[in-house]
């Protein structure tokens, strides 16, 4: 099974409490624990029951026609984890733009245009000015790989930012969005996480370890 907290997949046999019964049927609640992230997973579950030979205290195994109706994990869970790399302001942003995303789009596009503005700030070190100008900074620079390059260009057409210059100016604020402007911001973010983040970190990893076996044999380190 896969956390809907971390996004880890481990593998584990959730235990079944059963609840008890009622018009609807027969009720209990699945639970496990994630190894990674320590997080408990929660399902409540109904359907036809089979009972096993273990008191219903310890277990109450559904079959194939049990349904699960809520969890007790982030319903907004369902991107990618935020990378370790990533600054935590930065990662505050985007877990709980990703968080608000089924229940609020303008709220997680809200989100998700402030994360990148600090972004290009804090980490590209952009002239601060309005977002719309701060993209137009990074495509200037001509650093980003071409697939990059048009992608973050795209938010200022998806986010229709002519039409609403507050997303712009302002970027936390609450404001309509275009159909799919929160998912495509999240999107990017990820892709500009990996870029200025992870690939570095990997990098420098592999310099490291590089240099460790020059050090080893007495020769002179990679520059």
Known sequence: MKCPHCLIAFHDQPQEVYLGKDVDGDWAISKATCPTCKKLILNLLSGNAVFSQLPPSTGFPFDSTCEKHRTGATEGASRPSCP??????????????????????????????????????DTVKVKPGNLSDEIQQVLDGGKLPSGLHESIDAIRNIGNFAAHPMKSTQT?????????EA????????????FYFVRPSMIQKKRDAFNKKLQDAGKPLMK
């Open 84 to 121: 370790s790399e990533v600054t935590p302001n930065l990662a505050g942003d985007y877990v709980e733009a990703c968080t608000v995303l089924p229940d609020s789009a303008k709220a997680a596009a809200a989100l998700g245009r402030r994360c990148l503005q600090n972004l290009l700030r």
């Open 183 to 194: 998912e495509w911001t999240l999107d990017v973010l990820e892709e500009l996480f990996d």
């Open 172 to 180: 936390g604020m609450i404001l309509d969005v275009e159909p799919g």
